[in-house]
């Protein structure tokens, strides 16, 4: 659980040094006036972008549980506490993040639950949430798809926010549910489903291993059971548990039971 830091036990200048020390920030936090990462590339991030989607997310979460998968520093955790949910757990692989997030919890008075976890293990929790937060993740990940099954399978109750840098195509097709085997035009159609690999790096960073494009995006969240009710944005969705597609029940090992579980 977080520690939470009695109003005034830390004067300005000791809490600007303690954020120094925590650093480097990727999420520009403001913690009692002081910004964590104030020159960061992309501006006030992740606030501005927040503001363009703020309003698809339910404003009263009171009595609703939350699970925030790559919580970085916390902001989104601090946010669905801050909007009356019960209880919020955020998890990261890295240390240097859930640090800060537990510092920055502690800072606002906020009582939220960190744990160091892989998307891969989220079974471990043996719960399902209300309210999954999985943004900023899927592209880092070397089984992106595999990372969508689970979530469905053991997390995720009723709502998913997704998002994923996407490059490629913005637009989105009726491809149909089946081709002839000699149909190969389709395939170099830029709003067919792509899944872009990355051997190497992609803006210096080794762990971008796939981008989608919007047509990609949507159909993997479809093809791991999850309907799209909102997309307030282009890289943002808000989805519903739903069933798995019949005809993904027998196209993965291990099968899937017939209810999506």
């Known amino acids: 659980m977080t520690t939470i830091v009695e109003p005034g036990a830390l004067s300005p200048e000791l809490l600007e040094k303690r954020v120094r020390e925590l650093g480097p920030w990727f999420h520009n936090l403001d913690l009692k006036g002081v910004k964590t990462a104030p020159d960061h590339f992309l501006g006030d991030y992740p606030s501005f972008k927040f503001a363009n989607f703020a309003h698809v ?10 699970l925030d998968i790559g919580c970085n520093a916390g902001f989104y955790s601090m946010e669905m506490k801050r909007r009356g949910a019960s209880r919020v757990v955020g998890v990261d692989s890295e240390d240097l993040y859930l640090n800060q997030a537990r510092f920055a ?3 606002e008075g906020l009582d939220i639950e960190y744990r160091k976890m892989s998307v891969y293990d989220v079974a471990a929790l043996g719960e399902k949430f209300d309210f ?3 943004m900023g993740v899927l592209y880092h990940l070397r089984h992106p798809l595999l990372a969508l099954d689970l979530l469905r399978e053991h997390v995720v109750g009723d709502l998913l926010l997704f998002q994923s840098m996407q490059r490629g195509s913005e637009d989105s097709i009726d491809v149909g ?3 002839e085997f000699w149909e190969t035009e389709l395939f170099d159609l830029p709003a067919y489903p792509k899944l872009h690999f990355i051997e190497h790096r992609y803006a210096d960073d080794p762990t971008n291993w796939w981008v989608p494009n919007a047509a990609c995006a949507e159909a993997m969240l479809r093809s791991a059971g999850f309907q799209v009710v909102e997309h307030p944005e282009q890289e943002v969705y808000l989805c519903r548990a739903a069933a798995v597609p019949d005809e993904l029940q027998r196209a993965v090992y291990p ?3 017939g209810d999506g579980r």
């Open 255 to 257: 099968a899937r039971t």
């Open 105 to 107: 919890a502690g800072v």
């Open 57 to 66: 997310i339910p404003p009263d979460l009171t009595g609703k549980t939350v």
């Open 177 to 179: 549910a089946n081709h």
């Open 132 to 134: 999954v937060i999985f």
